[in-house]
């Protein structure tokens, strides 16, 4: 363990952090409103705190740095950026107290979406743009951020990049780790810039279009309106949201594949024909449960069907209604879709498809040997067999995600809270959706929500961004030894 070398990277995150708060600085001088002080003074100590850290350990040689000293700067930076990025809120006189503005800030670079505001609206345009920023920072994740413009890392940097990005397999786009950050930052700055464009010319304003595209590649969910995308009743809008929740939910190295034209790539991942199929099956189905009751058209159910079911499948978590109002099996169904989240490699969170689709693949192999005994099938994923190590890990994987939730849940109950409520809200928050049931449905907000409650709710957002292990693997006394 180095502490000196783990400081200086988390301070380098930190100065970086602070220079997003710029823009917001710049439109608050722009708009003369009350929320530039605050802005300014959060710059100050974000930018004071994260260059201090960077002097005071500058001699610090980069050739001692492990798995174990990554870990920690990844967990670090993000429960540091969002103590730094919660300053704005706390220097406002929109939140109520540091349990609220960090719970905001947390649910910001985590893409979670949940918020405590019941009136969104009455922020100024500097406050709300930084708010947005938050998701769109922590949708591709400030530390690859950081790897795309830290070169002194060399071959520390894929720690680090396996430590905020891990999941079955990372792979590399380009032979440098400092390419391939470069590569999908590229990507989702371009992806974000043609959003925006698209919703402008959709009719939302330059500083709507802007503050949603940063919300909806990230998958994160903050709107600058109350009633979400249902507040722009546009038909338009809503397909094109629809489109880039979608896309934000890829792999990005299928973005990467179809920027470079190959697109044999794309339509052989066997995880993006089952996330296609999933996002298909399941806006048929729910829209067929809405037809009679809600929506006096099968078209028109399944147009707020595919939106809600891409919201929440991707972890988004943006509304065009009140889908707690809708069947208790619709319900039901966005609540288990939460749990699939995007494809691995993308700014979504749950589980990812493709671990839920290699655990069917597993269940099917293993009924199908209960009826032919003798058979030799291998459980394989784009015509490659996964190895047992994989497939140990991915079981291992869920049923830590799985314990994890439980357990908050029970912290949740203890604090008061309503059964429906806490269950409800721990998947949400463990797998960066936003919107849940009972107090914090979609058309409410977490305001109610015990302190105690907002705190464990706040853990899982970070557990489950960070995808546990990151995390966890910090509680264990083996980590700390040498």
Known sequence: ???????????????????????????????????????????????????????????????????RDAF???????????????????????????????????????????????????????????????????GMGIVVFSLAILPMLGSGGMQLFKAEVPGITVDRLRPR????????????VALTATAATTYYLAG????????????????????????????????????????FMFLGGLNFAL????????????????????????????????????????????????????????????????????????????????VMLMFFGGMIGSTGGGLKQVRVLVMLKKCYREIYQLVHPHAVVEVKLDGKAVSREVRAGIWGFTFLFIFVCLVAVLGMTAAGVDLITSVSTVISAMCNVGPALGDAGPAETYATIPALGKWILTFCMLVGRLEVYTVLILFFPAFWTK
């Not at 930076?77 to 609220?100: K, Q, R």
């Not at 993006?272 to 067929?288: C, D, G, K």
Request: with cysteine.
């Open 1 to 67: 363990m180095n502490p000196q070398l783990v400081v200086h990277l988390v301070g380098f995150v930190f100065l970086l952090g602070s220079a997003f708060m710029l823009p917001p600085v710049v439109l608050a001088w722009y708009d003369g409103t009350p929320d530039l002080i605050p802005l300014v003074k959060s710059y100050g100590i974000s930018a004071v705190t994260g260059g201090g850290m960077l002097l005071a350990t500058r001699r610090q040689e980069w050739n001692e740095f492990r798995h």
């Open 72 to 138: 920690l700067v990844v967990t670090l930076s993000w429960a540091g950026i969002a103590l730094l990025g919660c300053l704005p809120y706390v220097f406002s006189d929109h939140f109520s107290g540091i349990t609220d503005a960090y719970f905001e800030a947390m649910s910001g670079f985590t893409t979670t979406g949940a918020t405590v505001l019941s009136n969104i609206e009455v922020l100024p345009r500097g406050l709300l743009l930084w708010r947005s920023l938050t998701q769109w920072i922590g």
């Open 177 to 188: 780790i400092l390419d391939t950050s470069k590569a999908l930052w590229g990507i989702y």
């Open 204 to 243: 939302m304003s330059v500083y709507d279009a802007f503050c949603h595209a940063f919300t909806t590649l990230s998958t994160g969910g903050f709107s600058t309106k109350n009633a979400s995308i249902a507040h722009f009743s546009s038909g338009t809008i809503d397909v094109l949201v629809t489109l």
């Open 255 to 334: 973005h990467f594949y179809t920027f470079r034209r190959q697109f044999s790539k794309v339509f052989a991942s066997g995880e993006f024909q089952f996330y296609l199929v999933v996002t298909l099956a399941a806006s048929v189905l729910i829209a067929f449960f809405l037809r009679d009751p809600l929506y006096s058209t099968f078209f028109e159910s399944l147009r707020y069907s595919f939106f809600q079911v891409v919201s929440v499948m991707t972890t988004t978590g943006y509304g065009t209604a009140d889908w707690e109002k809708w069947r208790p099996f619709a319900q039901a169904f966005l």
